[in-house]
């Protein structure tokens, strides 16, 4: 399934690229199949991310561990599922 995630964030683009490419090596990239990041202006980025398994996306986005990450560096999720349409 397609997913958009709209971050907005205190840190700079470079911190949440390097966290995005941190976390893909650690943990997302057991469900990650492929995404996009996007910078979208100074304190927001879009995600793109086709993810197999959106459950243990969400328990490793809510685990501990990212929860204190995201705290210290001021970051927001919203999450938006995107379905293909026919034209």
């Known amino acids: 399934m397609n997913y ?6 205190e840190c700079t683009w470079q911190e949440i690229e390097a966290r995005v490419t941190y976390d893909l090596e650690d ?19 879009v995600w793109l991310a086709e993810i197999a398994d959106y459950n243990k996306f969400k ?13 210290d560096m001021g970051i927001k999720y919203q999450v938006y599922s995107l379905q293909a349409l026919k034209i």
């Open 59 to 71: 328990n490793i986005m809510n685990s501990p561990e990212q929860k204190a990450l995201d705290k």
């Open 27 to 45: 943990m997302l990239g057991q469900v990650l199949v492929k995404h996009s990041l996007l910078n979208e202006n100074k304190n927001t980025s």
């Open 4 to 9: 958009l995630i709209k971050i907005s964030h």
